[in-house]
């Protein structure tokens, strides 16, 4: 069963960076397609961005041009770059594989198993 474990997370002001990592510590995502959600207090798991196993990446418009996505499937690793960080940015970030194709990519039941999260924090 793969583990995942996310990190890089912390507080920043509006206009930092960030790079979140998310790691398998046993299993693998090569093939599998990946993606990255995040939540804030009160607020349902939200889509942020998805990478597939052959690279293509999609966004929420919320993060398109903000954001960038990649994996490296050789070190069984994927990151996500906060870049222009915006208060409404605050939330714990988690990181999932796909799970099922039946349901649409955008919905969390879409992804298992998820991590445990990093905590990004934006102030302005």
């Known amino acids: 069963q793969i583990q995942l474990v996310e990190s890089g997370g912390g507080l920043v002001q509006a206009g930092d960076s960030l790079r979140l990592s998310c790691a398998a510590s046993?299993?693998?995502?090569?093939?599998?397609?990946m993606a990255w959600f995040r939540q804030s207090p009160g607020k349902e798991r939200e889509f942020v961005a998805r990478i597939k196993h052959s690279g293509d990446t999609r966004y929420t418009d919320s993060t398109k041009g903000r954001f960038t996505i990649s994996r490296d499937n050789a070190e069984n690793t994927m990151w996500l770059q906060l870049n222009s960080l915006k208060p409404d940015d605050t939330a714990v970030y988690y990181c999932?594989?796909?799970?099922?194709?039946?349901?649409?990519?955008?919905?969390?039941?879409?992804?298992?198993?998820w991590g445990h999260g990093t905590q990004v924090a934006v102030s302005s």
């Open positions: 999932a594989r796909r799970y099922t194709l039946t349901i649409p990519e955008i919905l969390p039941s879409s992804w298992h198993p």
């Open positions: 046993e299993g693998t995502f090569a093939g599998y397609d």
